[in-house]
């Protein structure tokens, strides 16, 4: 597997408004973009930091993911996952490290936010990090 750079850090948020208005007015970046991924049940707004993404994920259902996060963090969002880019193959990836014994959320790659595929590793075999595994189909580079 061949890991280009960090795509984006994914930052679970319980109001997006409030975040958003963070990152803008209190550290001056730009949200470019929203976007609801109905798949995990979250909107997402992207906020470019040199070539890394941030990636703020408001849940749109209690039973998002996002929203069991923000739920166990006692109700404060936080950092939630890292996506890091490859270059060969969401695909290939996964059943590269499957065969080194990592524990997958998603067997096969799936449609994420900004038209990407994508894919999840298990914190549990990720030094408990939630890992996410992406890559722009299209071949433009993520
Ligand atoms: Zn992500």
């Given at each position: 597997m061949k890991i280009s750079h960090i795509e984006h850090i994914g930052i679970a948020v319980p109001d997006l408004a409030k975040a958003i208005d963070y990152y803008e007015n209190v550290l001056g970046l730009k949200c470019y973009k929203q976007e609801v991924v109905e798949d995990q049940k979250v909107t997402t707004a992207f906020i470019k930091v040199g070539d890394v993404k941030i990636e703020l994920l408001e849940a749109?259902?209690?039973?998002s993911t996002i929203a069991k996060f923000i739920e166990k963090n006692g109700g404060r969002g936080g950092m939630h996952h890292i996506a890091f880019a490859v270059e060969d193959g969401v695909d290939n990836a996964l059943a590269e490290v499957e065969e080194k014994g990592v524990k997958l959320i998603d067997k096969a790659p799936r449609k994420g936010a900004d038209g990407l595929q994508i894919a999840f590793l298990h914190p549990k075999s990720t030094e408990a990090v939630l890992t996410e595994l992406c890559e722009d189909p299209s071949g433009k580079g993520c």
């Open positions: 749109t259902s209690p039973d």
